[in-house]
């Protein structure tokens, strides 16, 4: 997705620069730099461990007693999606809802009662999985309160949030994943073509749009990986801490 402006590829190019000398300098004293975890630059992208595919193993491990996951959004949270990522978080010991409805929007979501009735309940992680239906509006900033509101909302709750975008089905949206990117603070933002990959048309259902199995699957598990390398239980459960920086 090319959503880099002018003035960040001039700061990519000079970056590359930097890189290439210190390399060049590392190849000739025999010495390798510690690999680290950078923040990105651009919504686009990814600084954890990619996941490899079909080789990587899928992290497991164990959540804290009584916390339980609440995922919301579009008919994409029910396209394999959810159905993949229910069982890892079973196998965790972590209880895990979903409430997704078809077609739906950002806007909608901002005003909707069962939110704050779900959120009243206080969930341990929120998983907002919505953008889908307005990747062609053509003004997508004018959405931009209603996913600060969602996220704002979240975050009242007390719960860990991320905001997981739709792997596209086209060359591009209109801009409404960079508003999501731009706006969905605290939410932590999850790129799903920018970690994964696009998905082929053979991962797609028969209206091309939607993930089938195999694609659902292959999403799930990357969000899953991506979950694991962000968590520190250290500080609270499904505590999230972000790599990637807004802007």
Same mark, same amino acid.
């Given at each position: ?57 899928? $992290? ?122 731009d706006y969905c603070? $605290? ?17 797609r259902r028969p ?11 292959r999403w799930a ?27």
């Amino acid at each position: 997705m090319a959503r880099v402006g002018y003035a960040a590829i001039q700061w990519l190019l000079s970056s590359t620069l930097l890189c290439a000398i210190g390399c060049h300098a590392a190849r000739r004293d025999g010495s390798q730099a510690p690999a680290e975890k950078l923040q990105a630059t651009f919504a686009s992208e990814w600084t954890g461990v990619g996941e490899a595919r079909g080789a990587a193993p899928v $992290p497991t491990w164990t959540a804290a007693k009584g916390t339980w996951v609440l995922h919301i959004g579009d008919s994409f949270v029910d396209a394999s999606f959810q159905q993949n990522l229910r069982p890892h978080f079973l196998a965790a010991g972590a209880k895990y809802f979903s409430n997704a409805a078809t077609a739906a929007y950002t806007t909608q979501w901002a005003s909707d009662r069962d939110l704050d009735g779900w959120l009243a309940r206080r969930p341990s992680l929120v998983i907002v999985t919505l953008g889908a239906n307005e990747v062609d509006v053509p003004f997508p900033l004018a959405h931009a309160r209603a996913i600060a509101g969602i996220s704002r909302k979240i975050a009242a709750a007390g719960a860990s949030c991320v905001w997981t975008t739709p792997p596209l089905w086209k060359g591009d949206d209109k801009g409404i994943l960079q508003v999501i990117h731009d706006y969905c603070a $605290p939410c932590l933002f999850f790129d799903s073509d920018a970690v994964m990959g696009r998905l082929e048309a053979t991962e797609r259902r028969p209206d091309h749009i939607h993930p089938n199995e195999r694609g659902g699957a292959r999403w799930a598990r990357a969000f899953w990986t991506w979950l694991a390398e962000h968590r520190d239980d250290s500080v609270g459960p499904w505590h999230l801490v972000p790599y990637e920086r807004r802007g």
